[in-house]
Nanobody, 115 residues
Framework: QVQLVESGGGLVQAGGSLRLSCAAS????????MTWYRQAPGKQREMVAIITKIGSTSYADSVKDRFTISRDNAKMTAFLQMDSLAPEDTAVYYCGAGTLTREYWGQGTQVTVSS
């Protein structure tokens, strides 16, 4: 079992920045990719950014050049640096961690961007 805890969400004005963290515990040694998703009210959950164990990354077009995903394998923690935030980035942000057998999810952290 893997437990994921997100932190770092909050309220920020448009143009501001936030840094989200996702700490993994439990059988975290089996984790390969770590992913940030988000879900806005009335919308489906969407992938925001993904990072593999060796550091390869991929981003949704909507956040490319504004968001940066990173991870610390020693601490089994993933990060999402979010810059130039816009009201459309308002959502609950979830962390996902994939092993060979399944993907685990955190409880999410709210990010609200005011205009």
């Amino acid at each position: 079992q893997v437990q994921l805890v997100e932190s770092g969400g909050g309220l920020v004005q448009a143009g501001g920045s936030l840094r989200l963290s996702c700490a993994a515990s439990g059988s975290s040694f089996g984790i390969n990719a770590m992913t940030w998703y988000r879900q806005a009210p009335g919308k489906q959950r969407e992938m925001v950014a993904i990072i593999t164990k060796i550091g390869s990354t991929s981003y949704a077009d909507s956040v490319k050049d504004r968001f940066t995903i990173s991870r610390d394998n020693a601490k089994m923690t993933a990060f999402l640096q979010m810059d130039s935030l816009a009201p459309e980035d308002t959502a609950v942000y979830y962390c996902g961690a994939g092993t060979l057998t399944r993907e685990y999810w955190g409880q999410g952290t709210q990010v609200t961007v005011s205009s």
